[in-house]
Structures are given as structure tokens and as C-alpha cells.
Nanobody
Framework: EVQLVESGGGLVQPGGSLRLSCVVS????????MSWVRQAPGKGLEWVSN????????SYVDSVKGRFTISRDNAKNTLYLQMSNLKPEDTAVYYC?????RGQGTQVTVSS
């Protein structure tokens, strides 16, 4: 059974930081490109960031460039998203994804 389990979300003030984690099992993690996607209240799913299987290539949606960093630890089957200088518009449920699989998500709320 393939499982993607996110953690690390929460309530943070604008300008704050959070690190999301996603532990993956049931697939060969080290051979799979991974993504973070998010869904804000009342909106559709938005791609946030990609990372290649080896971690050497990353990409980001323009709205998070310079603030978010995606990384992975293939020895731990874990994907990360370091989020800094968070803004209210970053409020969303964040999911890790490796098509066709997606986790249950972790809520990130940015509010004062």
C-alpha cells in the first residue's frame, strides 16, 4: 500500500516559518520525482514545487520563490518543504504528491 503522510502544519503569524515533512512508503521513493501542491479555501489545487528523484533539480511557483525550499532525504524516504516569510495568502492545505498518489494533507494557516 502506498502511503504519503504529511506533518508540520499549523498556525503561524505572518513573517513566520514552518517546515513540512512527508514520509513516503510503498514505493521506491528514491526513484520518484516529488511535488508539493496546495489548496486554499474555496480554490482549486495549486502546484507549489517540484524536486527530481535525486534532489538536484527543483522548481517553484513564482509566488513562493525565494521563500520556500523543497528538499528530500532519500535515506529517510522523506520530502520536506521549508517555508519562510509566510504570508496570509499561503494559507492552504498542503499535500505531497507523486503522481498518481497524494497524501491527506496538512493545514497551514497564516494569520495574526
Amino acid at each position: 500500500e502506498v502511503q504519503l503522510v504529511e506533518s508540520g502544519g499549523g498556525l503561524v503569524q505572518p513573517g513566520g516559518s514552518l517546515r513540512l515533512s512527508c514520509v513516503v512508503s510503498g514505493v521506491t521513493f528514491s526513484s520518484r520525482a516529488m511535488s508539493w501542491v496546495r489548496q486554499a479555501p474555496g480554490k482549486g489545487l495549486e502546484w507549489v514545487s517540484n524536486i527530481s528523484s535525486g534532489g538536484g533539480s527543483t522548481s517553484y511557483v513564482d509566488s513562493v520563490k525565494g521563500r520556500f525550499t523543497i528538499s528530500r532525504d532519500n535515506a529517510k524516504n522523506t520530502l520536506y518543504l521549508q517555508m519562510s516569510n509566510l504570508k496570509p495568502e499561503d494559507t492552504a492545505v498542503y499535500y505531497c504528491r507523486s503522481r498518481p498518489y497524494r497524501g491527506q494533507g496538512t493545514q497551514v494557516t497564516v494569520s495574526s
